[in-house]
């Protein structure tokens, strides 16, 4: 029992040690690619340092919940890795503890590492996002510093922009200036011309002090002509002039009410409560968007009286068709007009009717129809961008509701991700294990992130999309969790190596050299014998062979699915060619180890490689005829001297 208390020790040391220093890592990652965000808001507003350091404060808080499970996975990775590299885990399987065990303090770790998470997602979080917004924006209206550059307009002041070709930075004077003030409208705009001009603030920092010397001032004046030529202007020479600009450069802190709507300021309670009010208050909406456009021109009900523009119509026809027809036809008309005052708009032919109205009357009516037609064009947009708005932001607070759920299993599943995985890697440090679980995360932020935007655009059910990263992702730490607990090399590199070199048919290379020690001399008279043999079956086997043309390839292949003997024969000969590298590579002498190296090394499992088995067999016959002949006049020949 105290081996086991200890070896949670030892796993929670290791964890925890690596786990503090992976956080702040994760931590400084993810804010530096929070601040690209909004570096344009920080930069050149002359903010004091206690402004930043709330905005760094309140941006670590709302990243913690996505440092965590980066976090997590870096820990994990690295520390089962560098267990396993020291073969520390290996002592552990040995001594009978199963890799479940071995995870078991860190797994209630982090679980509860999940669940605060969780806590702080839904009580810090939102709280830290609702200063950190309501930050941004009092940035975003704080004014600019003057830093006005040489030879551009410089637009940072309100309806100003001011041209400097020459400044000097010690004494602040400015020369060769032209302003183009507009406060009073661009169609009354104030253009000045001076050689030289000082720019200042005030002290309660609220307005600027633009002094000018030796210059001109041209006004346009309010005229009602035409042309350009006639509008009356104004021109003003001056040698000192004066002017104050509003310009605010002071921080002010935004209303609090303008950011507390948005759904990243809430807590699940909160969430639930105003989906439950926003769905009410939309679908009563929708509903009497509904009825109103019932009422209109979309649904028109079966019997009404004509509207004016009809009966003006009709009234038309009946005079034309009146002073055109006989006396006789006068009766039936007078009835069928007085019939068409109830008659249901279904039944009246607008293209006989419009065929007897003249055409200034016919353009009115078309034109008023066309206008009734925008008009509902217009109301039917309106209401559809309304109800949209209110689907979106429906969407978007239930985007944080999973979102908090999500973000929180992510550290288990980064976890089940990370430990196994370092366990079958065996490979520890900050090299290997950072870039695997940097791939990890990445594939995991791009899932997240598009699940997130097709959810935000209605295009997939938000749950669908909010817990798509966990789908894709959660099978992959349970296949790493079962293979490292049965001890599978997944990541043996030289396994897969292997099957490449065979599927594309790479083979080694023979590397004889001569031996330092060795126990058994080579029987070179039972190595002639042998040679004889290989030589001779070599070639037997070779003669039955077909020729490198299409037709002998297709035989050889009916052969060889039909024929198991000649497979045989060609095992036996890799067999037997074999047995000779083994025994003479026991061999003193250099030019038979020379002539070894030549030898192939042979695969007869696959029929493909027809014309490399031809090319094997001449080599096996060629250098068996050397080191047979070789053994025949130099070894056998001298030991028998």
């Given at each position: 029992?105290?081996?086991?208390?200890?070896?949670?020790?030892?796993?929670?040391?290791?964890?925890?040690?690596?786990?503090?220093?992976?956080?702040?890592?994760?931590?400084?990652?993810?804010?530096?690619?929070?601040?690209?965000?909004?570096?344009?808001?920080?930069?050149?507003?002359?903010?004091?340092?206690?402004?930043?350091?709330?905005?760094?404060?309140?941006?670590?808080?709302?990243?913690?919940?996505?440092?965590?499970?980066?976090?997590?996975?870096?820990?994990?990775?690295?520390?089962?890795?560098?267990?396993?590299?020291?073969?520390?885990?290996?002592?552990?399987?040995?001594?009978?503890?199963?890799?479940?065990?071995t995870l078991r303090p860190l797994i209630i770790l982090v679980?509860?590492?999940?669940?605060?998470?969780?806590?702080?997602?839904?009580?810090?979080?939102?709280?830290?996002?609702?200063?950190?917004?309501?930050?941004?924006?009092?940035?975003?209206?704080?004014?600019?510093?003057?830093?006005?550059?040489?030879?551009?307009?410089?637009?940072?002041?309100?309806?100003?922009?001011?041209?400097?070709?020459?400044?000097?930075?010690?004494?602040?004077?400015?020369?060769?200036?032209?302003?183009?003030?507009?406060?009073?409208?661009?169609?009354?705009?104030?253009?000045?011309?001076?050689?030289?001009?000082?720019?200042?603030?005030?002290?309660?920092?609220?307005?600027?002090?633009?002094?000018?010397?030796?210059?001109?001032?041209?006004?346009n004046l309010q005229s009602d002509a035409l042309q350009a030529?006639?509008?009356?202007?104004?021109?003003?020479?001056?040698?000192?002039?004066?002017?104050?600009?509003?310009?605010?450069?002071?921080?002010?802190?935004?209303?609090?009410?303008?950011?507390?709507?948005?759904?990243?300021?809430?807590?699940?309670?909160?969430?639930?409560?105003?989906?439950?009010?926003?769905?009410?208050?939309?679908?009563?909406?929708?509903?009497?968007?509904?009825?109103?456009?019932?009422?209109?021109?979309?649904?028109?009900?079966?019997?009404?009286?004509?509207?004016?523009?009809?009966?003006?119509?009709?009234?038309?026809?009946?005079?034309?068709?009146?002073?055109?027809?006989?006396?006789?036809?006068?009766?039936?008309?007078?009835?069928?007009?007085?019939?068409?005052?109830?008659?249901?708009?279904?039944?009246?032919?607008?293209?006989?009717?419009?065929?007897?109205?003249?055409?200034?009357?016919?353009?009115?009516?078309?034109?008023?129809?066309?206008?009734?037609?925008?008009?509902?064009?217009?109301?039917?947009?309106?209401?559809?961008?309304?109800?949209?708005?209110?689907?979106?932001?429906?969407?978007?607070?239930?985007?944080?509701?999973?979102?908090?759920?999500?973000?929180?299993?992510?550290?288990?599943?980064?976890?089940?991700?990370?430990?196994?995985?370092?366990?079958?890697?065996?490979?520890?440090?900050?090299?290997?294990?950072?870039?695997?679980?940097?791939?990890?995360?990445?594939?995991?932020?791009i899932i997240n992130t598009f699940g997130m935007k097709v959810?935000?655009?209605?295009?997939?059910?938000?749950?669908?999309?909010?817990?798509?990263?966990?789908?894709?992702?959660?099978?992959?730490?349970?296949?790493?969790?079962?293979?490292?607990?049965?001890?599978?090399?997944?990541?043996?590199?030289?396994?897969?190596?292997?099957?490449?070199?065979?599927?594309?048919?790479?083979?080694?290379?023979?590397?004889?050299?001569?031996?330092?020690?060795?126990?058994?001399?080579?029987?070179?008279?039972?190595?002639?014998?042998?040679?004889?043999?290989?030589?001779?079956?070599?070639?037997?086997?070779?003669?039955?062979?077909?020729?490198?043309?299409?037709?002998?390839?297709?035989?050889?292949?009916?052969?060889?699915?039909?024929?198991?003997?000649?497979?045989?024969?060609?095992?036996?000969?890799?067999?037997?060619?074999?047995?000779?590298?083994?025994?003479?590579?026991?061999?003193?002498?250099?030019?038979?180890?020379?002539?070894?190296?030549?030898?192939?090394?042979?695969?007869?499992?696959?029929?493909?490689?027809?014309?490399?088995?031809?090319?094997?067999?001449?080599?096996?016959?060629?250098?068996?005829?050397?080191?047979?002949?070789?053994?025949?006049?130099?070894?056998?020949?001298?030991?028998?001297?």
């Open positions: 029992m105290r081996l086991i208390k200890r070896l949670d020790l030892f796993i929670l040391k290791n964890f925890l040690t690596l786990f503090a220093g992976t956080f702040c890592i994760s931590l400084f990652v993810v804010m530096m690619q929070f601040l690209w965000k909004y570096i344009n808001d920080l930069v050149g507003k002359g903010l004091t340092f206690d402004i930043y350091a709330k905005f760094f404060f309140y941006a670590a808080e709302t990243l913690v919940p996505m440092a965590l499970p980066l976090a997590i996975l870096l820990a994990s990775l690295i520390s089962f890795g560098n267990i396993g590299e020291r073969l520390e885990l290996l002592a552990i399987k040995a001594a009978g503890i199963s890799l479940f065990r679980s509860l590492l999940s669940l605060g998470s969780f806590h702080f997602q839904n009580k810090i979080a939102p709280e830290a996002q609702q200063n950190l917004l309501q930050l941004l924006a009092s940035m975003k209206m704080k004014s600019p510093e003057l830093d006005i550059p040489e030879r551009v307009f410089y637009d940072g002041i309100e309806n100003i922009n001011l041209y400097v070709e020459r400044k000097n930075e010690d004494t602040g004077m400015l020369y060769n200036v032209i302003i183009y003030n507009m406060q009073d409208g661009v169609n009354k705009a104030h253009i000045i011309l001076a050689d030289s001009g000082h720019l200042e603030t005030t002290d309660d920092k609220m307005h600027l002090l633009l002094h000018l010397w030796q210059g001109e001032q041209f006004e030529r006639d509008v009356p202007y104004r021109r003003e020479t001056f040698v000192e002039k004066h002017f104050i600009i509003d310009f605010d450069t002071n921080f002010n802190m935004a209303d609090q009410e303008e950011v507390a709507g948005s759904a990243m300021t809430k807590d699940m309670g909160k969430l639930v409560h105003d989906i439950d009010s926003m769905e009410t208050y939309y679908d009563s909406l929708s509903t009497v968007f509904k009825a109103d456009m019932q009422r209109s021109a979309l649904n028109i009900p079966h019997k009404t009286r004509l509207s004016d523009y009809d009966s003006m119509a009709i009234a038309h026809m009946k005079d034309s068709v009146r002073r055109s027809l006989e006396k006789e036809e006068k009766a039936a008309l007078a009835r069928r007009a007085e019939r068409s005052k109830t008659v249901p708009v279904a039944s009246v032919n607008i293209d006989s009717i419009m065929a007897h109205v003249d055409p200034q009357q016919k353009q009115r009516i078309v034109m008023a129809a066309l206008q009734k037609a925008g008009f509902q064009e217009m109301d039917v947009s309106y209401k559809t961008d309304v109800i949209e708005w209110g689907d979106k932001q429906i969407r978007r607070h239930w985007i944080q509701y999973w979102q908090k759920i999500t973000m929180s299993l992510a550290c288990l599943m980064f976890f089940f991700i990370g430990a196994p995985l370092g366990a079958i890697i065996r490979k520890g440090g900050l090299g290997f294990p950072v870039v695997v679980a940097v791939i990890i995360f990445i594939v995991y932020y959810s935000r655009e209605g295009e997939m059910p938000v749950w669908l999309g909010m817990w798509l990263s966990t789908i894709v992702l959660a099978p992959l730490g349970v296949f790493f969790t079962v293979k490292s607990n049965n001890d599978s090399a997944v990541f043996n590199f030289d396994a897969y190596v292997n099957i490449w070199k065979r599927l594309l048919g790479i083979r080694p290379k023979r590397n004889i050299t001569r031996k330092e020690v060795i126990i058994h001399d080579p029987d070179y008279t039972d190595m002639h014998q042998t040679l004889d043999t290989l030589i001779t079956t070599s070639r037997q086997y070779l003669g039955t062979l077909p020729r490198s043309t299409f037709f002998g390839y297709m035989a050889y292949i009916l052969r060889y699915w039909f024929s198991k003997r000649e497979d045989m024969k060609a095992e036996g000969i890799m067999l037997m060619t074999e047995y000779v590298v083994e025994v003479l590579s026991n061999s003193k002498d250099r030019q038979v180890l020379k002539w070894l190296n030549g030898y192939p090394v042979m695969d007869t499992r696959s029929f493909r490689f027809y014309r490399r088995r031809r090319k094997d067999l001449r080599a096996v016959i060629k250098y068996s005829e050397k080191i047979d002949q070789y053994i025949i006049t130099h070894i056998l020949n001298e030991s028998t001297k």
